[in-house]
């Protein structure tokens, strides 16, 4: 279903240290999914993306890893820094003609210097 | 390259009133979508728009409407504001429908 969380869950970690963001999505069905980071005040950044034929694509410093047997997807960060500071959202899209962007309950990550 | 750019960024308005927002996608970007942001929350869907026409349209009152011009540029309208319309309004675009959106920094509105 849709996003309704009224409280962001909070991941605090210090500099250095690598970050795992997780993520439940909802449906079988959907074929492919986003991360974004969103700094206050800003709107959300495209970081990754997974398309379901895949379990794991990497970027810089970032990881996703999708497992649809649970319906599980995470975002790893390396070496977490300052910057990385931010709210991060998983999408995902469901196949099919209404191609919109479900979005998650999003993850408030703070480092910690 | 210009990003997506929106405007205003800000926007006072009270109970009834009637308010337009403005946004411009990314260049050779056709499709543009509406999203609404309340505080602590995910942004929510309200429409996509795709060469003009509406392709998605999200679970938000006939208050609500939307329209994509020529240029794909796109105009979000609300009628009859009320209280909990105030939100940061999101305006993302993409090559096309279901591919991935870049989003601009929003439009901030606030209810009095």
């Known amino acids: 279903g849709e996003s309704v969380g009224l409280h962001l869950p909070t991941l605090s970690v210090q500099e250095g240290d690598n970050s795992i963001i997780n993520c439940a999505y909802s449906n079988s069905a959907s074929d492919y999914f986003i991360w974004y980071k969103q700094e206050s005040g800003k709107g959300p950044q495209f970081i990754i993306d997974?398309?379901?034929n895949m379990d794991k694509r990497q970027g810089q410093r970032v990881t996703v890893l999708l497992n649809k047997t649970v319906k599980h997807l995470s975002l790893q960060i390396a070496a977490t820094q300052p910057g990385d500071s931010a709210v991060y959202f998983c999408a995902e899209r469901r196949a099919g003609n209404n191609r919109k962007l479900i979005w998650g309950l999003g993850t408030s990550l703070a480092v910690n210097p | 390259d210009a990003g997506v750019t929106q405007s205003p960024t800000h926007l006072i308005k009270t109970r009834g009133q009637q308010v337009t927002l403005r946004c411009s996608p990314i260049s050779g970007h056709k499709s543009v979508s509406w999203y609404q942001q309340v505080l602590g929350q995910g942004p929510q869907f309200i429409f996509q728009?795709?060469?003009?026409?509406?392709?998605g349209r999200g679970n938000f009152p006939d208050r609500f409407s939307a329209r994509q011009f020529p240029n794909y540029s796109s105009e979000l309208n609300v009628n009859a504001l009320l209280l909990g319309d105030s939100a940061l309004y999101l305006c993302a675009s993409s090559t096309g429908v279901g591919e991935t959106q870049h989003f601009g920094d929003g439009t901030r509105l606030s209810i009095l």
């Open positions: 728009y795709y060469e003009k026409e509406e392709r």
């Open positions: 997974i398309r379901s």
